[in-house]
């Protein structure tokens, strides 16, 4: 499979919702990870809309096509971090996310 | 609590080898795939090496292939990535995690940084 393909930025303001995409996925075992700076990946979704426990309902998934997508309400400030999408052992090349 | 805790990186000259391990605690290793995935500032997040729960079965991006090994020890609850021939382009953070489910990874150790430099 190709690489998957993320914008390299996204931004929002504290309470508000952002969406990243990720397009090119090839099947439903599509996963996103949160990582902060020097810290390990965390999984956020799986399985295009799963969550893992422990997630905050804020995180959502889905996917229409291709193109997967996360989607992040009510921004707080610690969910600034770079955010990766996976598919069938191919990762995008990250979007990272600035809460304003 | 789960844990992944890795350790052997260093710098290393090119052509040099170095083994990683990777201990695991926390949940049943001896029936989870594992992997290796490693991070660069310029490619990402890059899947390297996957092994199954009993080690029968190996696979490798070809960038990798014949010069890393992936073994496991179930006793000791490790896994181990004997790297060789190495190149100035396996610089990276590695991690090992564990793929719980058609290459989703729940459970990641906090990487061990190899540097491939004369």
């Known amino acids: 499979q190709s690489a998957l393909t993320q914008p390299p930025s996204a931004s929002g303001s504290p309470g508000q919702s952002v969406a990243i995409s990720c397009t090119g996925t090839?099947?439903?075992?599509v996963s996103w990870y949160q990582q902060h700076p020097g810290k390990a990946p965390k999984l956020m979704i799986y399985?295009?809309?799963k969550r893992p426990s422990g997630v905050p309902d804020r995180f959502s998934g889905s996917k229409s096509g291709t193109t997967a997508s996360l989607a992040i309400s009510g921004l707080h400030a610690e969910d600034e971090a770079d955010y990766y999408c996976g598919n069938s052992g191919v990762f995008g090349g990250g979007t990272k996310l600035t809460v304003l | 609590e789960v844990q992944l805790v890795e350790s052997g990186g260093g710098l290393v000259q090119p052509g040099g080898s170095l083994r990683l391990s990777c201990a695991a605690s926390?949940?049943?290793?001896?029936?989870?795939?594992m992997m290796w995935v490693r991070q660069t500032p310029g490619k990402g997040l890059e899947w390297v090496a996957h092994i199954t729960p009993d080690g029968s079965i190996t696979n490798y991006i070809d960038s990798v292939r014949g010069r890393f090994t992936v073994s496991r020890d179930n006793a000791k609850n490790s896994v181990f990535l004997q790297m060789n021939s190495l190149r100035a382009e396996d610089t990276a953070v590695y991690y090992c995690?564990?793929?719980?489910?058609?290459?989703?990874?729940?459970?990641w150790g906090q990487g061990t940084l190899v540097t491939v430099s004369s």
């Open positions: 995690a564990r793929d719980f489910a058609y290459q989703t990874y729940d459970y």
């Open positions: 926390g949940f049943t290793f001896s029936t989870s795939w």
């Open positions: 399985e295009v809309s």
């Open positions: 090839s099947s439903n075992y």
